[in-house]
C-alpha cells in the first residue's frame, strides 16, 4: 500500500515538506503509536552486544533522519533497535538554503545537502528527556554530534566537546561526524593531524566525564566518507585503534555519482541504491583491516543502499555488527522493517 498508493501521492510534494510533516504528524499523534507496532514492528528477533550497548536487534535509524530528536517514540514503535539523532551542533543552526533535498525515483536516491540543520544540543536534550519516559530501556538512542557551520575547523574540537559535555547523560553512544558533505572544509576532520587531535581529545573529555559523572565510559564512533582512498582509510583505522575508538559507521553520503545517468547539477550527498556499491567496498576493506589484529577489533556499523533483506545480510557477511537505513525507509516504507529482520 505504501510504495503504491501512499508514495506516489507523498512524492508529489517537496521533499522536505514531506519530511517534515511526517516526523510533526507522528511527533503529535501518539496514539497511532499502538497501531504501528502491531502493523510493522517485528519484536525482539535477537540480542546483541556491540560495544558497552545490547541491542534488541541488528537494524537503526540512520543519523539524517531525526535531526532533532523529536520522532523518537515513532521509530521505537516501528522495532527499529536503535536511532541515531542530529547531526547535533553544540548552538542551532538553520542549515544551507532550501531547497536541498531532492529525490531520483528512477535510481531509488537523494541528493541532499541540508547543512546540519538543528535545535543545538539544549532542544534535543529535552526532547530525549520527553521519549526516555515511554520507550523501552532496552531501545538504543545514539547521538550524532558535529561542529557549528561558523566554527573554524581549527577550533571544530571544541564544538565536539561541547556536544559530549552538554548530551553525556542522555545518549547510549556518541558519533563523530567528520564527513558529512555539506559542511564546508568538514572533511578535512578525516586527515591525519585534524583526526588524531580530535580522536585523542573527545576520549580524554569520555573518560574524564565518565568518572565525573559516574556513569559507564560512551562508546565513540566515528562516521567516514566513502570517497576516500585506501591511504587515507588505513590511517583513519590506525587512529581509530590508536585511541580506543568503539568502531567507524561506513559510510555518509558520496559526493560521486556512481550510475546516475540522468543529467542533474543538484550539489549534495547522494545516499540510495547507489550508494551501496561504494559503502560495501569502504565496509570490505574495513572487514579485512579487522581480519588481521591479534585481539582488539573495530566495531563496524554499516550504513548506505539497505533496501532489503538481501542488501542487510550482504553488509553482515561483510562484518557489520549493525545496519542502518534511512533512504532504504523512503523508498520502501515501514515494512521494510519487518521484511529485514523477520
Do not use: W
Amino acid at each position: 500500500m505504501y510504495k503504491y498508493l501512499i508514495r506516489p501521492i507523498l512524492f508529489l510534494f517537496d521533499a522536505e515538506f514531506i519530511h517534515n510533516l511526517i516526523l510533526s504528524f507522528f511527533s503529535k499523534y501518539t496514539f497511532f503509536y499502538t497501531m504501528l507496532s502491531f502493523l510493522y514492528n517485528p519484536g525482539k528477533s535477537e540480542n546483541i552486544i556491540a560495544g558497552s550497548n545490547e541491542f534488541k536487534n541488528r537494524l537503526g535509524l540512520a543519523a539524517g533522519f531525526d535531526k532533532y530528536g523529536t520522532a523518537i517514540r515513532f521509530f521505537h514503535s516501528l522495532g527499529f533497535s536503535h536511532v541515531e539523532i542530529g547531526t547535533v551542533t553544540p548552538y542551532p543552526q538553520p542549515g544551507n538554503p532550501k531547497p536541498r533535498i531532492f529525490r531520483l525515483p528512477d535510481y531509488q536516491a537523494i541528493i541532499n545537502r541540508m547543512g546540519f540543520n538543528n535545535g543545538g544540543t539544549i532542544e534535543v536534550m529535552s526532547n530525549i528527556l520527553k521519549a526516555r519516559k515511554y520507550i523501552q530501556k532496552d531501545f538504543i538512542i545514539g547521538i550524532n554530534i558535529g561542529k557549528n557551520k561558523m566554527t573554524e575547523i581549527e577550533n571544530a574540537v571544541l564544538d565536539y566537546k561541547i556536544c559530549l559535555n552538554h548530551l553525556y547523560n542522555y545518549a547510549d553512544y556518541f558519533t563523530l561526524n567528520v564527513s558529512s558533505p555539506n559542511t564546508e572544509g568538514l572533511r578535512k576532520l578525516q586527515d591525519r593531524d585534524y583526526l588524531d587531535n580530535l580522536l585523542s581529545e573527545i576520549q580524554s573529555e569520555n573518560k574524564s566525564l565518565s568518572a565525573e559523572k559516574s556513569l559507564k565510559l560512551k562508546d565513540i564512533f566515528l562516521k567516514i566518507a566513502p570517497d576516500i582512498d585506501d591511504e587515507q582509510l588505513n590511517v583513519i583505522f590506525e587512529l581509530c585503534i590508536k585511541h580506543d575508538i568503539t568502531g567507524i559507521i561506513a559510510t555518509n553520503t558520496t559526493l560521486k555519482r556512481p550510475g546516475i545517468n540522468t543529467k542533474t547539477t543538484e550539489e549534495g550527498g547522494l545516499s540510495g541504491k547507489p550508494l551501496r556499491k561504494l559503502s560495501n567496498e569502504i565496509l570490505d576493506k574495513l572487514n579485512k583491516l579487522n581480519s588481521v589484529l591479534p585481539d582488539k577489533k573495530l566495531l563496524l556499523i554499516a550504513s548506505g543502499g539497505v533496501f532489503n533483506k538481501d542488501d542487510f545480510n550482504e553488509k553482515l557477511r561483510s562484518g557489520a555488527a549493525l545496519v542502518q537505513i534511512y533512504t532504504g525507509l523512503i523508498y520502501e516504507g515501514p515494512a521494510i522493517i519487518k521484511k529485514i529482520l523477520k
